[in-house]
C-alpha cells in the first residue's frame, strides 16, 4: 500500500511563474492536509480538503496560492506568480476522516524560486 | 486546540531511554495528545497518540498524568536514527488539522 506521493520531489522556478504541485492521498483517504515550511522554521497549516470540497483554508495566503482535490486525481496545490518567499517544502498529510487516528505525511516538494 | 508547551532541546545518549515531556494544561476532554517526529526535513512520521490511557507501540511509549496535564514520550532506547525534532500536539481527532509548535530537538549521541 503506496504511502502519500508528492510530486515533484523538486521543483525551481523563475520569479512570476506557476508552480503546481501534486498529492495522492493514500488509498481509501478522502482528506487531504497541506502545510508549508520555510527553511529553519516551523510546519504551517496552509489547507484541508475533502473530495471536491474546501475544509478550512484559514491558512492559506489570501493572494495567488490556491487548492483543489478533485473527485479524480490528486490533490493539487498551485502558486501563481511565485516570488522568492514562496521557496519552502511543502507537504501534504492524508487521513481516512472519520475514527482515524495518525495522518500520513508524504515527502515534500522542495519549491525554490530563482 | 490546547496549548502544548515542550523543551526546545534535549541531549540522549544512544542506547538510553529518551524521555521527552510535554505540558497541555489546557487541554479538554475530548483532546488526545498526538506526537510526531520530523528528521531532517522529511516528513513528519506519526509516533503515537493517546487519550487518557497509557499507550504502547512498537516505536514509543506514552504516559499521560491522570490529570492529563502532561504527557511524558518515552524512546525506550534511543539510536542516532532517532535525532529528530519531536511534536507534542493536543487536539481533537479525525477530521481536524493538526497545528504544528516548534516541538523538542532530541539529539541522540553516541
Known amino acids: 500500500n503506496a504511502g502519500v506521493m508528492q510530486n515533484p520531489r523538486h521543483l525551481v522556478r523563475r520569479r512570476g511563474q506557476e508552480a503546481r504541485l501534486r498529492c495522492s492521498p493514500m488509498?481509501?483517504?478522502?482528506?487531504v492536509y497541506w502545510y508549508r515550511q520555510l527553511p529553519e522554521e516551523g510546519l504551517k497549516f496552509m489547507v484541508y480538503?475533502?473530495?471536491?470540497?474546501?475544509?478550512?483554508e484559514s491558512g492559506m495566503p489570501k493572494e495567488r496560492f490556491s487548492a483543489e482535490f478533485p473527485k479524480e486525481g490528486p490533490s493539487i496545490l498551485r502558486i501563481q506568480q511565485v516570488v522568492r518567499g514562496d521557496s519552502a517544502a511543502y507537504f501534504c498529510a492524508s487521513s481516512a476522516g472519520t475514527g482515524d487516528h495518525g495522518y500520513t505525511f508524504g515527502s515534500g516538494t522542495r519549491l525554490t524560486v530563482v | 486546540d490546547a496549548k502544548t508547551t515542550q523543551p526546545p532541546s534535549m541531549d540522549c545518549a544512544e542506547g538510553r531511554a529518551a524521555n521527552l515531556p510535554c505540558n497541555h494544561s489546557?487541554?479538554?476532554?475530548?483532546?488526545?495528545v498526538y506526537w510526531y517526529r520530523q528528521i531532517h526535513s522529511q516528513g513528519p512520521q506519526y509516533i503515537i497518540h493517546g487519550l487518557k490511557n497509557n499507550e504502547t507501540n512498537e516505536m514509543a511509549s506514552l504516559i499521560i498524568t491522570e490529570d492529563r496535564k502532561s504527557s511524558t514520550l518515552i524512546l525506550p532506547h534511543a539510536t542516532l536514527r532517532d535525532t529528530a525534532v519531536y511534536y507534542c500536539?493536543?487536539?481533537?481527532?479525525?477530521?481536524?488539522?493538526?497545528?504544528f509548535g516548534a516541538g523538542t530537538i532530541l539529539r541522540v549521541k553516541s
Open positions: 489546557t487541554i479538554s476532554g475530548n483532546e488526545y
Open positions: 480538503l475533502q473530495k471536491e470540497n474546501i475544509i478550512d
Open positions: 500536539i493536543a487536539t481533537t481527532s479525525y477530521g481536524n488539522k493538526l497545528v
Open positions: 488509498k481509501g483517504h478522502s482528506h
